[in-house]
């Protein structure tokens, strides 16, 4: 296994910083032998299968091209869980999970009806579905494929979520239906590509991603449009929001007649994230 470990290192030396490496190596191993850290450091004598390190020189190969480990192995870790992703959902993120610990802390009541817009993978749905006490999740994106694999995720992961095909742009709100509705949708301006990494702008879709420049709050607008008819008095909708935008968007929601708007940072301490309440 030494050896496989330093091909790995070898590979991917100076097209990743060493920690990612390390956290890559870890990955590998998990995904394709189900080794733990501890049985890393027990079994580092022992031989690798032929069929398993023919899959790693092959992971290894595509990392070299910037491909996302996510995507390679069909598996991202999130809130405790692993989620299937492909090019079809974006790769959920560690600051997302701030998202949902905002969430489950402000609404500790039960049986709430929640939606979620701009599913992707159904991480944001799954994970609420699970930790909110008996709550009505419904989810939807504007990509059948990403339904697609949402709906692999609640069933594997045991999560009892309504998954629907829907464009919230044109969507029609049902008068009063939800209490929570949560977002995190397409926030990058499309000038800001120069300052992304090629593992995100070469493989992820764009259409989760970006917005144009001169409408860059364009799915706040409709979101919070739709909320102010679908929420109940008194309803919460949560954003993750591009932190460049951060006070237009908290003017947005104010314009928009929400009460309660407030911005919250991520653990690097910028603003990610904002909530507000529907008027009694």
């Given at each position: 296994m030494k050896h496989n470990i330093a091909k790995i290192r070898n590979g991917l030396a100076g097209i990743y910083p060493k920690e990612e490496i390390d956290a890559m190596v870890r990955i590998i191993f998990e995904q394709l032998m189900g080794y733990s850290q501890v049985d890393m450091v027990l079994r580092a004598g022992s031989e690798v299968p032929p069929f398993v390190a023919d899959r790693i020189d092959d992971v290894v190969a595509r990392l070299r091209?910037?491909?996302?480990?996510?995507?390679?192995?069909?598996?991202?870790?999130?809130?405790?869980?692993?989620?299937?992703?492909?090019?079809?959902?974006?790769?959920?993120?560690?600051?997302?999970?701030?998202?949902?610990?905002?969430?489950?802390?402000?609404?500790?009541?039960?049986?709430?009806?929640?939606?979620?817009?701009?599913?992707?993978?159904?991480?944001?749905?799954?994970?609420?579905a699970r930790h909110l006490r008996f709550a009505r999740v419904e989810a939807i994106d504007v990509s059948a494929e990403a339904i697609d694999v949402a709906r692999r995720n609640a069933l594997e992961l045991k999560a009892n979520v309504a998954f629907a095909v829907a464009d919230i742009l044109t969507a029609i709100p049902p008068r009063d239906s939800a209490d929570i509705i949560v977002s995190n949708p397409p926030y990058i301006a499309l000038s800001e590509q120069e300052a992304m990494d090629d593992n995100v702008l070469h493989y992820e879709p764009h259409t989760a991603l970006f917005v144009p420049d001169d409408n860059p709050l364009l799915f706040y607008r409709a979101i919070a449009r739709y909320?102010?008819?679908?929420?109940?008095?008194?309803?919460?909708?949560?954003?993750?929001?591009?932190?460049?935008?951060?006070?237009?968007?908290?003017?947005?929601?104010?314009?928009?007649?929400?009460?309660?708007?407030?911005?919250?940072?991520?653990?690097?301490?910028r603003r990610r994230f904002t909530s507000c309440r529907k008027w009694l």
């Open positions: 091209t910037h491909e996302p480990i996510q995507y390679i192995l069909d598996d991202a870790y999130f809130y405790g869980m692993h989620f299937h992703v492909t090019p079809a959902t974006l790769i959920p993120r560690p600051e997302t999970e701030q998202l949902i610990d905002l969430i489950v802390e402000q609404n500790p009541g039960s049986d709430l009806r929640v939606l979620d817009v701009g599913t992707g993978s159904g991480c944001i749905a799954i994970v609420l909320a102010s008819v679908a929420l109940r008095p008194g309803g919460r909708l949560y954003f993750e929001i591009n932190p460049r935008f951060a006070d237009d968007t908290a003017t947005l929601l104010r314009t928009a007649g929400f009460e309660s708007v407030e911005l919250h940072l991520d653990y690097t301490g």
